[in-house]
Each structure stands twice: as C-alpha cells, then as structure tokens.
Nanobody
Framework: QVQLVESGGGLVQAGGSLRLSCAAS????????MAWYRQAPGKQRELVAL???????NYADSVKGRFTISRDNAKNTMYLQMNSLKPEDTAVYYC???????????WGQGTQVTVSS
C-alpha cells in the first residue's frame, strides 16, 4: 500500500506561482513512477506531468515551459512548481503513484488550485 498526501494549493492571480507537494509513505520502494493529474469542473481528469527519474519526465503540452515536476527521494516527496499560472489551470490537482507489481494506481485526496484573472 502507498499513501499520498498533497499540499500547497490555493488562490493565486494569473501570472503567479504555486508549488504543490506530494508526500508518499508506505511501500514507496515499489513505486515505478509518479505523476500529477488535474480535474477542472465538468472536465475529465488529465495528466499534467509525470516523473520516472530526474532524467525522465513528461509534460502535457498545455503546461510545458511553465510547470516543473521533481522528486526528492530522501524526503519521499514529489513537487510540481507552477509558474505563469493561467485561469485555465484552475482545477483540483491529484498526486498519483504507479506500482507495476499488481498494476496498482494510488491517488491522493487532491488539492484545489484557483487562478483568478
């Protein structure tokens, strides 16, 4: 089992920045990759960014150049640095971890990000 807890959401003006954190606990040694997803009202949940290692990351086109995903293995924490935020970035952001053994996906409870224009 893996437990994920997000923090760092909030209200920010367009053009501002926020950093989200995701603290992982439990059987974290089995995690193959971690990711951030988001879900805006009335829309499907979408992948924002994914990290396998510091050298292997992937981003949605809509956030490339503005968001940076990183992972601190010593702290068992993943981050999402969000710069140049836009109103369309408003959503609930979810932390995700994938464990290949058993093909399990784990989710955090989500954290609200609201960007005002």
């Amino acid at each position: 089992q893996v437990q994920l807890v997000e923090s760092g959401g909030g209200l920010v003006q367009a053009g501002g920045s926020l950093r989200l954190s995701c603290a992982a606990s439990g059987n974290i040694e089995n995690i193959n990759y971690m990711a951030w997803y988001r879900q805006a009202p009335g829309k499907q949940r979408e992948l924002v960014a994914l990290i396998v290692s510091s050298d292997s990351t992937n981003y949605a086109d809509s956030v490339k150049g503005r968001f940076t995903i990183s992972r601190d293995n010593a702290k068992n924490t993943m981050y999402l640095q969000m710069n140049s935020l836009k109103p369309e970035d408003t959503a609930v952001y979810y932390c995700n971890a994938y464990v290949a053994f058993g093909r399990r996906y784990y989710w955090g409870q989500g954290t609200q990000v609201t960007v005002s224009s």
